[in-house]
């Protein structure tokens, strides 16, 4: 039990289709972290939440992809007409402001 | 530019043998420095961190690291290796006070002989 659920775990989609990735923290955090990681290199960061609102964003969130946190709760991932560089492992985070970062187990994503 | 470099994309040590894992790291401020270790298809778990006082810093399953601020590195060690330890070892660093966005290293792939 890592603290953090991410659904799905695994998704295929075809490139051009939109896909919506969900993460569940199970205890309450401020803080939410959404990474990217490609096969053979490290997590980049993409965004992070405090609460509902949305503090940072990499240059790596192009305007295809957007996230949400409305309740201060759960995460959603949304990428929009997906690309085969979509293709990746998704990982969600709480902790990272007083407390080191928890990560999922990831949603692997990949484009056809 | 910020970045972390681990030199070594694979290394294979003998069970019972020891470990050393590098990272090296540019940055601009005081950095905070982390390992994480991931297992195939998993997400990355803590094994250590460094924030400031003592530079040699315990961690979880019998992990040290050492910082080296004159070389810029945060090498990780084991005395004695498992084969449970195979998995793949990350470094990252991220500014003083922030613990969330972090830069990583390409990270190094460990398999352990029998």
């Known amino acids: 039990d890592t603290g953090v659920s991410q659904n799905p775990r695994h998704k295929i989609t075809k490139r051009g289709q939109n896909v919506t990735f969900r993460c569940d923290p199970i205890?309450?955090?401020?803080?939410l972290y959404w990474y990217r990681q490609t096969l053979g290199q490290g997590p980049e960061f993409l965004t992070y939440?405090?609460?509902?609102?949305?503090?940072?964003k990499s240059r790596l969130l192009s305007d295809r992809f957007s996230a949400e946190r409305p309740k201060g709760s759960f995460s959603t991932l949304e990428i929009q007409r997906t690309e085969q560089g979509d293709s990746a492992m998704y990982l969600c985070?709480?902790?990272?402001?007083?407390?080191?970062?928890?990560f999922g187990n990831g949603t692997r994503l990949t484009v056809t | 530019a910020q970045s972390v470099t681990q030199p070594d994309i694979h290394i294979t040590v003998s069970e019972g043998a020891s470990l050393e894992l590098r990272c090296n790291y540019s940055?601009?401020?005081?950095?905070?420095l982390f390992w994480y270790v991931q297992s195939p298809g998993q997400g990355l778990q803590l094994l250590l961190k460094y924030f400031s006082g003592d530079t040699l810093v315990q961690g979880i399953k019998g992990f040290e690291a050492e910082f080296k601020r004159s070389q810029s590195s945060f090498n990780l060690r084991k005395p004695s290796v498992h084969w449970s330890d195979a998995a793949e070892y990350f470094c990252a660093v991220g500014a003083k006070g922030s613990q969330g966005n972090l830069i990583f290293g390409k990270g190094t792939k460990l398999s352990v002989k029998p």
């Open positions: 940055y601009g401020a005081t950095p905070y």
């Open positions: 939440f405090q609460n509902e609102a949305q503090l940072e």
């Open positions: 205890s309450e955090h401020n803080r």
């Open positions: 985070a709480t902790g990272g402001e007083h407390s080191p970062l928890h």
